[in-house]
């Protein structure tokens, strides 16, 4: 079992990726309408690697973890985050 403010420093760190990717993509999104097909591929895969941050947590393989309501918390791939 991990303590509660490893718990919190985890959650902290996955709201900001999922910050920093949902911020990458309203740019991304805005530079396709500026008709700047270059800055927003790079914002796109900003975005994913922001994703992809968040998945390369320290988690297993296989790891689930359960919110508060008993439903199965959200994975990515092999990996899961904190959420409970």
């Known amino acids: 079992m991990i303590d509660q403010q490893l718990k919190d420093a985890i ?6 990726e999922y910050a920093a990717a949902y911020t990458y ?32 947590s320290t988690w297993p393989a296989g790891a689930v973890f359960v919110r508060p309501s008993g439903e199965a918390a ?11």
């Open 11 to 16: 959650n902290q760190q996955v709201t900001e």
């Open 25 to 56: 993509r309203h740019l991304a999104n805005e530079m396709d309408a500026l008709s700047f097909p270059g800055l927003c591929q790079w914002f796109v895969a900003q975005a994913q690697e922001a994703t992809a941050q968040r998945c390369r």
């Open 74 to 84: 959200p994975s990515c791939g092999p990996l899961a985050t904190v959420n409970a």
